[in-house]
Protein backbone atom coordinates (compact mmCIF):
# COMPACT_ATOMS: atom_id res chain seq x y z
CA UNK A 1 0.00 0.00 0.00
CA UNK A 2 1.18 3.49 -0.91
CA UNK A 3 -0.01 6.68 0.93
CA UNK A 4 -0.23 10.09 -0.61
CA UNK A 5 -1.62 13.36 0.04
CA UNK A 6 -2.21 16.17 -2.03
CA UNK A 7 -3.63 20.13 -1.17
CA UNK A 8 -6.82 21.89 -2.04
CA UNK A 9 -5.74 25.42 -3.18
CA UNK A 10 -7.11 28.86 -3.27
CA UNK A 11 -6.94 31.46 -6.33
CA UNK A 12 -5.78 34.59 -4.80
CA UNK A 13 -5.80 35.99 -8.08
CA UNK A 14 -7.76 34.95 -11.01
CA UNK A 15 -7.75 37.42 -13.90
CA UNK A 16 -10.01 35.46 -16.99
CA UNK A 17 -9.30 36.50 -20.69
CA UNK A 18 -11.61 36.63 -23.53
CA UNK A 19 -13.14 33.77 -24.85
CA UNK A 20 -11.80 32.17 -27.76
CA UNK A 21 -12.19 30.55 -30.60
CA UNK A 22 -12.01 26.85 -28.97
CA UNK A 23 -14.49 28.40 -26.42
CA UNK A 24 -12.03 27.94 -23.93
CA UNK A 25 -10.83 31.26 -21.66
CA UNK A 26 -6.81 32.10 -21.38
CA UNK A 27 -6.31 32.93 -17.22
CA UNK A 28 -3.58 34.77 -15.20
CA UNK A 29 -4.25 33.47 -11.53
CA UNK A 30 -2.05 32.97 -8.45
CA UNK A 31 -2.44 29.88 -6.67
CA UNK A 32 -1.76 29.32 -2.87
CA UNK A 33 -2.11 25.22 -1.79
CA UNK A 34 -3.91 25.18 1.65
CA UNK A 35 -3.24 22.80 4.27
CA UNK A 36 -6.78 21.11 3.66
CA UNK A 37 -5.82 17.67 1.91
CA UNK A 38 -6.97 14.89 0.19
CA UNK A 39 -5.52 11.90 1.23
CA UNK A 40 -4.96 8.37 -1.67
CA UNK A 41 -4.07 4.87 0.04
CA UNK A 42 -3.46 2.56 -3.41
CA UNK A 43 -3.25 -0.80 -3.37
CA UNK A 44 -2.27 -3.61 -5.91
CA UNK A 45 -5.26 -4.78 -7.51
CA UNK A 46 -6.11 -6.01 -10.93
CA UNK A 47 -8.73 -3.52 -12.31
CA UNK A 48 -9.21 -0.29 -11.55
CA UNK A 49 -11.49 0.86 -8.78
CA UNK A 50 -12.07 4.00 -6.68
CA UNK A 51 -13.87 4.39 -3.16
CA UNK A 52 -14.51 7.48 -0.54
CA UNK A 53 -14.17 7.97 2.95
CA UNK A 54 -13.95 11.00 4.94
CA UNK A 55 -16.08 14.57 6.44
CA UNK A 56 -17.20 15.44 2.78
CA UNK A 57 -20.53 13.96 1.15
CA UNK A 58 -19.15 11.92 -1.98
CA UNK A 59 -22.67 10.14 -2.63
CA UNK A 60 -23.05 12.11 -6.07
CA UNK A 61 -19.28 11.16 -7.53
CA UNK A 62 -18.65 8.59 -9.97
CA UNK A 63 -16.89 5.99 -8.94
CA UNK A 64 -16.26 4.59 -13.14
CA UNK A 65 -13.84 5.67 -15.26
CA UNK A 66 -14.88 8.92 -15.49
CA UNK A 67 -13.42 9.72 -11.98
CA UNK A 68 -10.46 11.75 -12.54
CA UNK A 69 -8.07 9.71 -9.99
CA UNK A 70 -9.22 6.34 -11.99
CA UNK A 71 -7.94 8.35 -15.40
CA UNK A 72 -5.09 9.67 -13.62
CA UNK A 73 -4.46 5.89 -12.91
CA UNK A 74 -4.96 4.30 -16.32
CA UNK A 75 -3.10 7.49 -17.96
CA UNK A 76 -0.42 6.39 -16.11
CA UNK A 77 -0.83 2.69 -16.60
CA UNK A 78 -0.93 3.58 -20.13
CA UNK A 79 2.24 5.93 -20.46
CA UNK A 80 4.59 3.06 -18.44
CA UNK A 81 2.68 0.24 -20.49
CA UNK A 82 1.75 -0.87 -16.43
CA UNK A 83 -0.81 -4.24 -17.47
CA UNK A 84 -2.23 -4.50 -13.43
CA UNK A 85 -4.37 -2.01 -11.90
CA UNK A 86 -5.29 -0.40 -8.63
CA UNK A 87 -7.86 -0.01 -5.84
CA UNK A 88 -7.37 3.23 -4.54
CA UNK A 89 -8.89 4.68 -1.08
CA UNK A 90 -9.61 8.62 -1.09
CA UNK A 91 -10.15 10.50 2.35
CA UNK A 92 -11.84 13.65 1.19
CA UNK A 93 -11.55 16.64 2.83
CA UNK A 94 -11.46 19.31 -0.12
CA UNK A 95 -15.49 20.15 -1.10
CA UNK A 96 -16.60 18.68 -4.64
CA UNK A 97 -17.20 21.26 -6.80
CA UNK A 98 -16.10 23.96 -4.47
CA UNK A 99 -13.92 25.40 -6.24
CA UNK A 100 -10.57 24.47 -4.36
CA UNK A 101 -9.43 21.85 -6.94
CA UNK A 102 -10.64 18.67 -5.06
CA UNK A 103 -10.94 16.46 -8.03
CA UNK A 104 -7.32 17.81 -9.48
CA UNK A 105 -5.54 17.18 -5.91
CA UNK A 106 -6.70 13.57 -6.43
CA UNK A 107 -5.30 13.15 -9.58
CA UNK A 108 -2.01 14.42 -8.27
CA UNK A 109 -1.52 12.27 -5.68
CA UNK A 110 -3.03 9.01 -7.61
CA UNK A 111 -0.23 9.71 -10.09
CA UNK A 112 2.39 9.74 -7.23
CA UNK A 113 0.79 7.00 -5.23
CA UNK A 114 0.39 4.78 -8.48
CA UNK A 115 4.01 5.90 -9.48
CA UNK A 116 5.53 4.16 -6.09
CA UNK A 117 3.10 1.62 -6.03
CA UNK A 118 3.88 -0.19 -9.55
CA UNK A 119 7.65 1.28 -9.56
CA UNK A 120 7.62 2.90 -12.64
CA UNK A 121 9.65 5.71 -11.67
CA UNK A 122 8.81 8.02 -14.41
CA UNK A 123 10.10 11.22 -12.82
CA UNK A 124 8.86 14.56 -11.79
CA UNK A 125 8.71 15.83 -15.16
CA UNK A 126 7.00 13.02 -17.02
CA UNK A 127 4.32 12.90 -14.32
CA UNK A 128 3.51 16.65 -14.39
CA UNK A 129 3.40 15.99 -18.40
CA UNK A 130 0.60 13.46 -17.57
CA UNK A 131 -0.92 15.66 -14.93
CA UNK A 132 -1.43 18.87 -17.65
CA UNK A 133 -3.23 16.25 -19.49
CA UNK A 134 -5.58 15.71 -16.70
CA UNK A 135 -7.12 19.34 -16.02
CA UNK A 136 -5.99 22.99 -15.67
CA UNK A 137 -5.25 22.69 -11.45
CA UNK A 138 -3.38 19.49 -11.93
CA UNK A 139 -0.38 20.33 -12.35
CA UNK A 140 -0.39 23.15 -9.42
CA UNK A 141 -1.75 20.44 -6.68
CA UNK A 142 1.43 18.44 -7.98
CA UNK A 143 3.75 21.15 -7.21
CA UNK A 144 1.88 23.16 -4.64
CA UNK A 145 3.43 26.39 -2.84
CA UNK A 146 2.64 29.24 -4.34
CA UNK A 147 2.71 29.65 -8.04
CA UNK A 148 1.37 31.85 -11.08
CA UNK A 149 -0.54 29.93 -13.67
CA UNK A 150 -1.04 31.22 -17.12
CA UNK A 151 -2.68 29.88 -20.22
CA UNK A 152 -5.35 27.67 -19.12
CA UNK A 153 -3.85 27.89 -15.55
CA UNK A 154 -1.40 24.78 -16.30
CA UNK A 155 1.53 26.99 -17.09
CA UNK A 156 3.31 27.02 -13.72
CA UNK A 157 5.94 29.46 -12.50
CA UNK A 158 6.71 29.47 -8.57
CA UNK A 159 6.60 32.56 -6.03
CA UNK A 160 8.02 33.70 -3.91
CA UNK A 161 5.67 33.68 -0.42
CA UNK A 162 6.52 34.81 3.21
CA UNK A 163 5.75 33.30 6.24
CA UNK A 164 2.05 31.94 6.12
CA UNK A 165 -1.40 32.27 5.68
CA UNK A 166 -4.41 32.17 7.58
CA UNK A 167 -7.62 30.66 5.85
CA UNK A 168 -11.11 30.47 7.41
CA UNK A 169 -13.18 28.53 4.52
CA UNK A 170 -17.06 28.43 4.52
CA UNK A 171 -18.40 25.36 2.76
CA UNK A 172 -22.24 25.93 1.31
CA UNK A 173 -23.90 22.57 1.06
CA UNK A 174 -24.10 22.35 -3.12
CA UNK A 175 -21.49 22.36 -5.88
CA UNK A 176 -20.60 24.84 -8.87
CA UNK A 177 -20.30 23.59 -12.28
CA UNK A 178 -17.20 25.55 -13.56
CA UNK A 179 -18.32 25.62 -17.28
CA UNK A 180 -21.57 26.87 -16.12
CA UNK A 181 -19.61 29.92 -13.85
CA UNK A 182 -17.56 30.63 -17.23
CA UNK A 183 -20.50 30.79 -19.40
CA UNK A 184 -22.35 32.97 -16.90
CA UNK A 185 -19.17 35.54 -16.96
CA UNK A 186 -19.37 35.60 -20.93
CA UNK A 187 -23.01 36.64 -20.62
CA UNK A 188 -22.35 39.24 -17.85
CA UNK A 189 -19.60 40.52 -19.99
CA UNK A 190 -22.24 40.97 -22.94
CA UNK A 191 -25.02 42.19 -20.73
CA UNK A 192 -22.45 45.12 -19.66
CA UNK A 193 -19.88 45.13 -22.67
CA UNK A 194 -20.61 49.27 -22.79
CA UNK A 195 -19.85 49.78 -19.52
CA UNK A 196 -16.72 47.75 -18.74
CA UNK A 197 -13.20 47.89 -20.67
CA UNK A 198 -12.61 45.32 -23.78
CA UNK A 199 -11.26 42.31 -22.01
CA UNK A 200 -7.67 41.41 -22.64
CA UNK A 201 -6.97 38.08 -24.14
CA UNK A 202 -3.66 37.35 -22.37
CA UNK A 203 -4.73 38.72 -18.96
CA UNK A 204 -1.64 38.86 -16.49
CA UNK A 205 -1.55 38.96 -12.55
CA UNK A 206 -1.28 42.27 -10.43
CA UNK A 207 2.15 43.03 -9.45
CA UNK A 208 0.07 44.18 -5.84
CA UNK A 209 -0.35 40.55 -5.46
CA UNK A 210 3.18 39.20 -5.98
CA UNK A 211 4.35 42.31 -3.60
CA UNK A 212 1.52 41.14 -0.79
CA UNK A 213 2.91 37.62 -1.35
CA UNK A 214 6.55 38.25 -0.99
CA UNK A 215 6.19 40.68 2.07
CA UNK A 216 3.84 38.03 3.87
CA UNK A 217 1.68 40.71 4.83
CA UNK A 218 -2.35 39.54 5.13
CA UNK A 219 -3.27 42.88 5.17
CA UNK A 220 -1.77 43.67 1.58
CA UNK A 221 -2.88 40.69 0.56
CA UNK A 222 -6.35 41.38 1.07
CA UNK A 223 -6.61 43.99 -0.58
CA UNK A 224 -5.21 42.41 -3.74
CA UNK A 225 -7.26 39.90 -3.51
CA UNK A 226 -9.23 39.72 -7.02
CA UNK A 227 -11.36 36.70 -8.64
CA UNK A 228 -13.18 37.91 -12.10
CA UNK A 229 -15.19 34.54 -11.56
CA UNK A 230 -16.80 35.74 -8.43
CA UNK A 231 -19.75 38.15 -10.11
CA UNK A 232 -20.89 35.52 -12.19
CA UNK A 233 -20.70 32.89 -9.19
CA UNK A 234 -22.85 35.19 -7.22
CA UNK A 235 -25.19 35.80 -10.27
CA UNK A 236 -25.91 32.36 -10.20
CA UNK A 237 -25.89 31.76 -6.11
CA UNK A 238 -26.75 35.27 -4.62
CA UNK A 239 -27.13 33.84 -0.66
CA UNK A 240 -23.27 33.49 -0.67
CA UNK A 241 -23.14 37.35 -0.77
CA UNK A 242 -23.96 37.43 2.74
CA UNK A 243 -21.85 35.12 3.84
CA UNK A 244 -18.57 37.19 2.31
CA UNK A 245 -20.71 40.10 4.11
CA UNK A 246 -20.92 38.07 7.72
CA UNK A 247 -17.34 37.04 7.35
CA UNK A 248 -16.29 40.73 6.68
CA UNK A 249 -18.57 41.92 9.62
CA UNK A 250 -16.85 39.45 11.90
CA UNK A 251 -13.34 40.07 11.27
CA UNK A 252 -12.44 39.02 8.03
CA UNK A 253 -9.43 41.35 6.09
CA UNK A 254 -11.07 39.87 3.40
CA UNK A 255 -13.62 37.60 1.57
CA UNK A 256 -14.19 36.33 -1.57
CA UNK A 257 -15.30 33.41 -3.94
CA UNK A 258 -12.84 30.76 -4.67
CA UNK A 259 -12.10 29.74 -8.01
CA UNK A 260 -15.96 29.20 -9.34
CA UNK A 261 -17.69 28.48 -6.29
CA UNK A 262 -19.37 28.41 -4.22
CA UNK A 263 -16.66 28.08 -0.86
CA UNK A 264 -16.08 31.43 0.08
CA UNK A 265 -12.54 32.10 1.37
CA UNK A 266 -12.10 34.39 3.68
CA UNK A 267 -8.19 35.93 5.05
CA UNK A 268 -7.55 36.56 8.54
CA UNK A 269 -4.95 39.04 10.01
CA UNK A 270 -3.30 35.96 12.04
CA UNK A 271 -3.75 33.09 14.05
CA UNK A 272 -6.50 34.38 16.44
CA UNK A 273 -8.44 36.34 13.91
CA UNK A 274 -8.46 32.93 12.09
CA UNK A 275 -10.03 30.68 15.09
CA UNK A 276 -12.24 34.07 16.30
CA UNK A 277 -13.87 33.91 12.80
CA UNK A 278 -14.08 29.91 12.64
CA UNK A 279 -15.66 30.29 15.75
CA UNK A 280 -18.64 33.24 14.99
CA UNK A 281 -19.07 31.58 11.36
CA UNK A 282 -19.81 28.32 13.05
CA UNK A 283 -22.18 29.49 15.30
CA UNK A 284 -23.96 31.07 12.52
CA UNK A 285 -24.60 27.34 11.44
CA UNK A 286 -21.85 27.16 8.53
CA UNK A 287 -19.41 24.60 7.53
CA UNK A 288 -16.68 26.37 8.11
CA UNK A 289 -13.19 24.52 8.00
CA UNK A 290 -9.53 26.67 9.07
CA UNK A 291 -6.03 26.13 7.18
CA UNK A 292 -3.20 27.73 6.32
CA UNK A 293 -0.96 28.06 3.33
CA UNK A 294 1.26 27.87 1.93
CA UNK A 295 1.73 24.23 1.93
CA UNK A 296 3.75 21.38 0.03
CA UNK A 297 2.43 19.92 -3.44
CA UNK A 298 1.44 15.85 -3.83
CA UNK A 299 3.57 13.82 -1.65
CA UNK A 300 4.60 10.32 -0.30
CA UNK A 301 3.19 9.91 3.38
CA UNK A 302 4.15 6.00 3.71
CA UNK A 303 4.63 3.07 1.23
Known sequence: MVHARAPGKINVFLKVGALLEDGYHD???AYQAVSLSEDIRAYPADDFSVSFTGPIDTSSLAVDGSNLAIRAA???ARKADFRGGVRLEIEKHVPIAGGMGGGSADAAATLLACDTLWGTDLGRDELLELARQLGADVPFAFIGGTAIGTGRGDELSPALAKGQFQWVFAFAE???STPEVYRELDRHRDRHAQDIFPVEAQPHVDTDVLHALRAGDPRRLAEALHNDLQA????LEPELAAVIELGEENGALAGMISGSGPTVAFLAADLDGALELQIALSAA????VRATGPVH???IVSS
Open 174 to 176: FGM
Open 74 to 76: TLL
Open 27 to 29: VAT
Open 232 to 235: PALH
Open 297 to 299: GAR
Open 285 to 288: RLNV
